[in-house]
């Protein structure tokens, strides 16, 4: 079976400090990736994006950036963190076959940035 | 533009009693998805919705599809405190360059009290 990993479960962090977080899946070859993050209370914004090594595609711009640099290995990545990068970081995966694109949520970190 | 719209996003329940949260969605797909987030967790698939008509029940929920209306329900049977969580519709996007992603409603926290 498929499961998905998140590391670190929570963080805390100053501002104009470095971050990064890692997102694994296993059980599952070719994965569709995602970033998601959820400001507490609000719905789920899309970061980045990726359909292979290598390919990433962002959402919306900002301070933040994703590298895909293994088939299932996602890295979220900033080099200085602001007040507004506090949230709740949602690493997901998909099949990418065109049946269904149910997508598969990892336990999520939760970044708090001081 | 895309828009997925959930009705209503809060819900405040008394146990027993019957309710149903709407999704509405803009875009033309026969393929709609929910999930379940508990408070400070990651979210869960419950159902996925792949055609018109489709109907699937897990318990006291139910969900629908009309594609035609561009309408999913989710039913709530004799409604109990461990449904208490914020659920979330999802929308395939079929077309152009985010194809293979979701668009997420805004969600609807459900409590539900005795």
Known sequence: SQ????????????????????CTVEGTSNPNLYWYRQA???GLQLLFYSVGIGQISSEVPQNLSASRPQDRQFILSSKKLLLSDSGFYLCAWST???SSYEQYFGPGTRLTVT | ELKVEQNPLFLSMQEGKNYTIYCNYSTTSDR??????DPGKSLESLFVLLSNGAVKQEGRLM???DTKARLSTLHITAAVH????T?????????GGSQG?????KGTKLSVKP
């Open chain 2, 63 to 65: 969900a629908s599809l």
């Open chain 1, 40 to 42: 507490a209370g609000r």
């Open chain 2, 82 to 85: 461990d449904l208490s969580a």
């Open chain 1, 96 to 98: 990418g076959t065109t």
């Open chain 2, 32 to 37: 709609l998805y929910w999930y379940r987030q």
């Open chain 1, 3 to 22: 499961t998905i990993h998140q590391w670190p479960a929570t963080l805390v962090q100053p501002v104009g400090s470095p971050l990064s977080l890692e």
């Open chain 2, 87 to 95: 659920y979330f519709c999802a929308v395939d996007v079929l077309y």
């Open chain 2, 101 to 105: 992603n979701l668009i997420f409603g």
